[in-house]
């Protein structure tokens, strides 16, 4: 039995197959700590994210077909809303739409969606916040797409054959732009450092077992800049570092969990004016889960 053991777990592992073509739910949490530099929370923000894929064998289009039936956010402990814009929206994923070309907005996810959006209360969100309900669907397919399906071209997760390799993901050093709309200048970039996958074992969620992958973001820079005024700007630049977990289902090739956990210093100034330094503290969980988990009442508006 020891034996049997030992040789299943030297591999090789094939993580470079095609995913079963079958349609999935996924939910996803993600939430920002805001921490003074006396060592005390001043913020949180949370926002909860739900997609159903239809993969392209399925549904007959040029890429997977997405439905968000609806996005949850709560800001500190005020009521939680709902964002009526992003309720049953639609679109498709295109992995080879990078945003760093004249092609269209990273992945196919259209910037126009998120301008000059409200919670359900009418309330209209600030910039900051529009930016971060647009992020949670870059970091979704960052992590589902970038990180767990095979590139085409460079290293990526086809790379990994043995419990313990490690490697240099073909989004190191990559300089993808974070401007959005009006509220966010072109010049605006998350540069990513050594960016890093490696195969740490076999685990078992809900009782399925997932080949465990470790990412790493490496030491990561970014710079934001947003309009003020008639001619200044506000300018943020700082550093962060990424990393946690990607567990995938050994026989569909599906995502089952994905853990991060990040931290972002950042300064901000604006023209001529006082200087703020900020520390922010980033966790998501995201999960594959069931329809009827997926048709419930999202969590926080319980």
Known sequence: MKQHLIR?????FDLSAERKPESQHFHMETQFIHIGFNGKRTGTETYI?????????????NGDEYTCPEFGLQINTEPAVTIPALR??????????????ERGPMFGIPHG????IADSLGNMLPVEIR???????????????????????GKGIQDLKAIGQRIVHAAAFVAAPVNLGAGIKPGSVFRNGEVTLELEGVSVVDGVPCALVAYDSGESTLKMIMPFATDQ???TEGGSEYKGDIYIDL???????VTLDEFVITQTRVTNQTKIDSYTVRHILLRLIGLEEFEKKLSILS
């Open 8 to 12: 299943d777990l030297k591999g090789p």
């Open 49 to 61: 994210l739900k997609l159903r894929c239809i993969p392209a064998a399925l549904s007959g289009k």
């Open 88 to 101: 049953d929206w639609t679109y498709v994923f295109n992995p080879s739409l990078s945003g760093m070309d």
């Open 113 to 116: 969606k998120f301008e000059d």
């Open 131 to 153: 930016y971060a309900i647009y992020n949670n669907f870059i970091d979704f397919h960052s992590f589902n797409d970038v990180f767990a399906r095979p590139m085409r071209f």
């Open 233 to 235: 700007e506000i300018v």
């Open 251 to 257: 026989a569909t090739r599906w995502v089952r969990k």
